[in-house]
């Protein structure tokens, strides 16, 4: 099980076609993964990189930067200047953060109708 970051990993025409094909399943824009094989598991083990994907300018943080990795019930933690955002198998949830006003934290878990549509 692979993860496909645009730009990164695979070139956006090439990650367009194979979406198209059915041999990967967007997430959200920019992020792939292959149809066969665990997502989740992918998602999980992969949940540092892609974060670092969507949000470049944020930081690990509260239980996150301790273990520098999500937490054993699947989520992340992320401090940056982003509003709340929603993958198809991913939630983003913004935390209060009281440090620093303009900037928010985020969790990073797997939902529960995504782990339905992924059983």
């Known amino acids: 099980m692979a993860i496909y970051l645009v730009g990164e990993t695979i070139d956006a ?3 367009h076609q194979r979406a198209q094909g059915g041999e990967l399943i967007p997430l959200v824009r ?3 993964v292959d149809h066969d094989g665990d997502a989740e598991a992918a998602i999980l083990g992969h949940a540092v990189r892609i974060a ?3 949000y470049p300018n944020a930081y690990l943080s509260s239980a996150s930067a301790v ?3 999500p937490t054993p019930d699947g989520r992340l933690f992320i401090s940056g200047r982003r509003n709340q ?3 198809k198998l991913v939630t983003l949830r913004r935390m209060g953060c009281s440090s620093r006003p303009p900037w928010r934290s985020f969790s990073l878990s797997l939902n529960a109708k995504s782990r339905r549509r992924l059983a």
């Open 13 to 15: 025409k090439r990650a």
């Open 67 to 69: 273990l520098l990795a």
């Open 52 to 54: 670092q994907y969507l």
């Open 30 to 32: 920019g992020v792939y």
């Open 85 to 87: 955002r929603t993958i």
